[in-house]
């Protein structure tokens, strides 16, 4: 079993920026490959981004791509999702993920595939 915890969410203008953390534990944090998600209100989660399990390699979702840098701290057991160009469309929950990676190219842009899940944290971006 993984607990995982998201924190860093807010209230910010327009163009500012936010960084998530997640903080993992439970398992060996560096056998699971991680994913962020986001559900905007009325609407379904939607895949924002995600990364090996060793950060070689990660993959974003469209309206994200260019603005958001997701990344890994092995050593921290914490996965980051860092938000810039912020705008009122990011308004969300954003989730943080995480599923074994039984090769070192895994991870996935889809949402079943993912095991664990942590709590959501708020992002409100102001007009």
């Known amino acids: 079993q993984v607990q995982l915890v998201e924190s860093g969410g807010g209230l910010v203008q327009g163009g500012g920026s936010l960084r998530l953390s997640c903080k993992a534990s439970?398992?060996?944090?560096?056998?699971?490959?991680m994913g962020w998600f986001r559900q905007p209100p009325g609407k379904e989660r939607e895949f924002v981004a995600t990364?090996?399990?060793?950060?070689?390699?990660?993959a974003y979702g469209d309206s994200v791509k260019g603005r958001f840098t997701i990344s890994r701290d092995n050593g921290k057991s914490t996965a980051y999702l860092q938000m810039v160009s912020l705008k009122p469309e990011d308004t969300a929950v954003y989730y943080c993920?995480?599923?074994?990676?039984?090769?070192?190219?895994?991870?996935?842009?889809?949402?079943?595939?993912?095991?664990?899940w942590g709590q959501g944290t708020q992002v409100t971006v102001s007009s």
């Open positions: 990364i090996t399990r060793d950060g070689s390699s990660t």
């Open positions: 993920a995480a599923s074994r990676a039984w090769y070192a190219s895994a991870y996935s842009t889809s949402q079943p595939a993912y095991e664990f």
């Open positions: 439970g398992r060996t944090f560096n056998n699971y490959y």
